[in-house]
C-alpha cells in the first residue's frame, strides 16, 4: 500500500510557475514509477509526466518543454514543477506511483493521491 498526499496547487496568472509536491507513505526508491496525471472539468483523466525509478523521465506533448518532474528519495516526494502556464493546464493535478511485483507472474499495483486544483487564470 501506498498513500499518496499532493500539495502545491492554487491559482495562478498565465505565464506564471507552480510547483506541486507529491508525498508518499513509503520510500519511493522502491516505487517503479511516479507520476503525475490531471483532469479537467467534464474531460478524462490524462497522464502528464512520470519519472522511473533510475531517474528515466517521460512527459506528454501538452508540457513538454515547460515542466519537470523530479524526486527527492530521502524526502519520499515527487515534484512537479509547471512554468509557462496556459489556462488549458486549469485541472486537478493527482499524484500516482505504479509498483511491479512477481509473484510470480507481472502484476502492477496503481495507488492515487487526492489531487491538488491548479487554475490558471487572469
Known amino acids: 500500500q501506498v498513500q499518496l498526499v499532493e500539495s502545491g496547487g492554487g491559482l495562478v496568472q498565465p505565464g506564471g510557475s507552480l510547483r506541486l509536491s507529491c508525498v508518499a507513505s513509503?520510500?519511493?526508491?522502491?516505487?517503479?514509477?511516479m507520476g503525475w496525471y490531471r483532469q479537467a472539468p467534464g474531460k478524462q483523466r490524462e497522464w502528464v509526466a512520470r519519472?522511473?525509478?533510475?531517474?528515466?523521465?517521460n512527459y506528454a506533448d501538452s508540457v513538454k518543454g515547460r515542466s519537470t518532474i523530479s524526486r527527492d528519495n530521502a524526502k519520499n516526494t515527487v515534484y512537479l514543477q509547471m512554468n509557462s502556464l496556459k489556462a488549458e493546464d486549469t485541472a486537478v493535478y493527482y499524484c500516482n506511483a505504479l509498483v511491479v511485483a512477481y509473484i510470480p507472474k507481472r502484476v502492477e499495483y496503481e495507488y492515487w493521491g487526492q489531487g491538488t486544483q491548479v487554475t490558471v487564470s487572469s
Open positions: 519519472i522511473w525509478s533510475d531517474g528515466g523521465t
Open positions: 513509503r520510500s519511493i526508491g522502491s516505487i517503479n514509477a
